[in-house]
């Protein structure tokens, strides 16, 4: 049974930083490429960040690059996210997905298994 369990989210304020982790069982962790997506309230699921099998590949949504970091340790079946200079607009649910079709993926239905999600609040 695939789980992927994504835990760091939380409170901050404007400017701060936090860091995102997903742990991933039930699967061969190095064979998937990985994807953080977000969702907030009334809004579409939106691509973050993904990164490649092997993590030497990766790619960012125009909105958080420059600030947030995706990384990944195969050894030790996790993705991280971190996530800096945060803005109030960063707030959403935060879930990570894993992908054994594509070495890179921004579409969700691309996807092939989910987290649920761990809650990111950025107060202004």
């Known amino acids: 049974q695939v789980q992927l369990v994504e835990s760091g989210g939380g409170l901050v304020q404007a400017g701060g930083s936090l860091r995102l982790s997903c742990a991933a069982s039930g699967l061969t962790f190095s064979a998937y490429a990985m994807g953080w997506f977000r969702q907030a309230p009334g809004k579409e699921r939106e691509f973050v960040a993904a990164?490649?099998?092997?993590?030497?590949?990766?790619y960012y949504a125009d909105s958080v690059k420059g600030r947030f970091i995706i990384s990944r340790d195969n050894a030790k079946f996790t993705v991280t996210l971190q996530m800096n200079s945060l803005k109030p607009e960063d707030t959403a649910v935060y879930s990570c997905?894993?992908?054994?079709?594509?070495?890179?993926?921004?579409?969700?239905?691309?996807?092939?298994?989910w987290g649920q999600g761990t809650q990111v609040t950025v107060s202004s």
């Open positions: 990164i490649g099998r092997s993590g030497s590949l990766t």
């Open positions: 997905a894993a992908d054994v079709d594509r070495e890179l993926a921004v579409y969700a239905g691309s996807y092939d298994y």
